[in-house]
């Protein structure tokens, strides 16, 4: 897959066409006033993948730690390593909890984790202003601490999306409607009922409630003797097969990965045969925040398609808009367009502009293509090279 600065992302389509439980037709081919139909050709097709890049599930690692420099073992390196992203808890003040101390920032760790982890794919999801069961709050309390989270990752330089309820907490509804009039996207809670552990599966576009996603809760057997909770990777696997079948998006919540000493801890052993398990699968591994923003913008979507075409019949251009209604300052995650290309345009260049600026030259082989495009309600322009 190609990228670049403009949030254009393009790649040959690797799996079979537009299968029924992957894509979601969001628009119609419009063909421009005074303009021919192209002889012999079938009409051009345009979707959104369920999920980015096609895949057919998706899934969220998540670790309810801070982002440590050096860290043993090295928890970062290995799921980097790997091709996978995971995502670091935020709590922007302080508590205690039991024996532990709940910190907020230190500049070393919000550094390394801005300026390190970040772009090599890690993230960050909100756990609150401290590290309490907000359901024992009243709406006020808990809009209120919910909204200091928030206001405070932002000067940090970070973009609060998705947030994780601390102590397990979260289920009261005025606490889920305070997290989301505070300005977060999504809520995450943990469940150990199998019923739960599949998010928006099969043809759904939306999970029941944004603000009561589920995640799955990993815990070595030996820290409690839980045996209701995901302990070990023989324990993960065929969750993994199932999202994949049900073309879900699961969650992954881990605390203190190859650390016994501390709460919830998950053998670091096992925590790697998951990494591998899930890299060898066709997931989209993705944060809490990405996986939000996308599936947010494409429960909305609509394509607009026009082809204009030449004296002789074949498309000289393609003018293709994606829109979703949302305020694209915070909704700006590319969507996955499943594109059938003209066939007169198969194996020779074309580009991809908007707003008169050259985003991309590309040549596909396949009638079948995806273009990665931000639902920006402007027109991206598909052309011939000349």
């Known amino acids: 897959m190609n990228s670049n600065g403009n949030g254009l992302q393009v790649c040959a389509l690797p799996r079979a066409p537009f299968p029924r439980q992957w894509a979601l037709l969001c628009g119609v081919l419009v063909l421009a006033a005074g303009c021919r139909p192209q002889a012999g050709d079938a009409p051009l097709n345009a979707s959104v993948a ?26 970062d390196s290995y799921v980097m390593e790997h091709g996978l992203a995971m995502g670091y808890e935020i709590v922007t003040g302080n508590t205690f909890y039991g024996d532990r101390v709940f910190s907020g920032p230190d500049d070393e760790r919000i550094v390394y ?9 890690l993230s960050y999801f909100g756990h609150g202003h401290n590290h309490i069961d907000h359901d024992e709050l009243s709406y006020e309390e808990a809009l209120e601490s919910f909204q200091a989270n928030y206001d405070l990752m932002k000067d940090w330089g970070m973009k609060p999306v998705a947030y994780a309820y601390p102590r397990s907490a979260g289920f009261e509804a005025e606490t889920q409607r305070a997290l989301e009039a505070a300005g977060f996207l999504s809520g995450r809670l943990v469940t150990t009922n199998p019923d739960d552990f599949y998010n928006i599966p099969g043809d759904r576009l939306a999970p029941d409630n944004w603000f009561g996603l589920w995640s799955l809760e990993m815990e070595s057997i030996e820290f409690q003797g ?18 994949l079948e049900r073309t879900a998006w699961i969650i992954l919540t881990y605390h203190a990965i190859g650390q016994s000493e ?16 899930i890299a060898a699968r066709d997931f989209w591994t993705a944060s809490m925040n990405d996986v939000t923003l996308y599936a947010r913008e494409r429960e909305k979507a609509e394509i607009a398609v026009e082809v204009f075409e030449d004296d002789l019949g074949g ?25 059938e290309q003209p066939t007169d345009w198969l194996g020779a260049p074309f580009t991809v502009s908007q707003d008169g600026e050259l985003l991309h030259e590309l040549v596909f082989d396949t009638k079948t293509v995806m273009l990665s495009l931000k639902p920006n309600e402007r027109p991206y322009v598909l052309r011939p090279r000349p």
């Not at 501390?262 to 398990?277: A, C, I, L, N, T």
């Not at 293709?320 to 305020?327: A, I, K, P, W, Y």
Request: net charge negative.
């Open 50 to 75: 369920k999920w980015f890049d096609n895949h057919p599930a998706a899934i969220s690692i998540t670790n309810d730690d801070w982002p440590t420099p050096g860290r043993e073992p090295d928890i």
């Open 226 to 243: 839980r045996d209701n909770c995901i302990n070990d990777n023989d324990d993960l696997t065929p969750i993994l097969d199932e999202a």
């Open 315 to 339: 498309a000289q251009r393609i003018e293709m808009t994606l829109s979703d209604g949302l305020d694209n300052a915070t909704f700006d995650h590319p969507l996955t367009i499943l594109f």
């Open 262 to 277: 501390w709460w919830g801890w998950y053998d670091w052993d096992e925590f790697r045969k998951d990494v591998q398990s």
């Open 113 to 121: 984790l801005l300026s390190e982890l970040v772009p090599k794919g």
